[in-house]
């Protein structure tokens, strides 16, 4: 029987985002995604019209409903949350589904390159903090790190930048401390995306992931392709966890998510797609079976 993963995301027609780019990912790594929408939107939210059906009051439904039906998940991945109510949502889910051999991902999405997004409050954030120090494996932006560990992003940009060390060693060094501080609070495995550097060796811009756990930390580099699609965190979460679930190890999972993302984008970039229409995934689907 397949492993399942409940994937708590909302649902958008166009952006190739949140569930419609975890339920193909996790589908094509052999794992069921069992989908829980929060919302469902016509458009993802960068596009400059759409309609947006809330769906926090429904999560509980589907909580109980799954509830009846005696369901087990191997996995449980959360992605955007609109609201802290929705986090609390997650919170009884998890009292009622997160057990001893199940796992959580949780990507924590808040911000980016930053800015902090507008539905981002303080109370959100605090929300979020108590969700990510629940999880077994967290998927921050460097953005979203310094949210969750109290650290100004501007002052780590310019501490990286005035040491002139853009180097991947001093990189694992500064941004894997800042990780420590989650991982204290129990958390297995801290992954830091998109974190895009000057290789003054090769005289190129490249973009690393981070992957920290107690006893390691390790960057997985490639080159950077530039700009930014709608998606990719998504997509990156969604090979995290169906690697998880079939049992691959995690360093290893990591530079698999990040080639395919890196195909993806590239791909988009010939074409010259806009970011909001998202990363053209589907034909590289095959890199992760």
């Known amino acids: 029987m397949a492993k399942k ?13 949140s569930l419609t780019a975890a339920i193909p990912v996790i589908s094509v790594m052999g ?54 109510t929705q986090i609390w949502q997650v919170f009884r889910f998890l009292d009622t589904f997160y ?14 390159e930053g800015i902090r997004f507008p539905f981002c409050t303080d109370t959100l954030l605090r929300d979020m ?3 990510a120090a629940r999880a077994d494996v967290v998927t921050p932006n460097l953005m979203e790190l310094c949210l969750l560990t109290d650290c100004d992003y501007a002052e780590v940009i310019r501490t990286i930048c005035l040491n002139g060390r853009n180097d991947e060693k001093y990189l694992v060094n500064v941004i894997g401390s800042m990780a420590e501080t989650l991982l204290s609070q129990g958390i297995k495995t801290v992954i830091v995306t998109g974190i895009r550097f000057f290789d003054e060796e090769d005289n190129l811009m490249k973009i690393g992931n981070l992957t920290a756990t ?12 530039g700009g930014s699609f709608s998606g990719t965190g998504d997509l990156f979460a969604s090979v995290v966890a169906g690697g998880i679930a079939r049992g691959d190890e995690i360093f290893r999972t990591v530079e698999l ?16 797609v806009p970011r ?14």
């Not at 993963?5 to 985002?17: P, T």
């Not at 990040?258 to 010259?272: R, V």
């Not at 909001?276 to 079976?289: D, P, Q, S, V």
């Open 31 to 84: 794992v069921q995604p069992c989908p829980m929408p929060t919302a469902v939107l016509s458009a993802q939210t960068g596009f400059s019209s759409y309609y947006c059906d809330d769906y926090t009051e429904k999560m509980e439904y589907f909580r109980q409903e799954w509830e009846k039906m005696n369901a087990h998940f191997d996995g449980i991945y959360t992605g955007f949350m609109g609201n802290d």
């Open 214 to 225: 107690k006893e390691h930390a390790e960057l997985s580099v490639f080159p950077y392709i």
């Open 99 to 112: 057990k001893e051999d199940t796992f959580l991902v949780v990507d924590p999405i808040m911000g980016d």
């Open 5 to 17: 993963i409940a994937v708590i995301n909302d649902l958008s027609g166009f952006g190739k985002c």
């Open 129 to 131: 903090k108590a969700l």
């Open 257 to 272: 998510a990040g080639a395919f993302i890196g195909a993806a984008m590239s791909d988009s970039a010939k074409e010259n």
């Open 276 to 289: 909001n229409e998202g990363a053209n995934f589907e034909k590289y689907l095959k890199m992760l079976i």
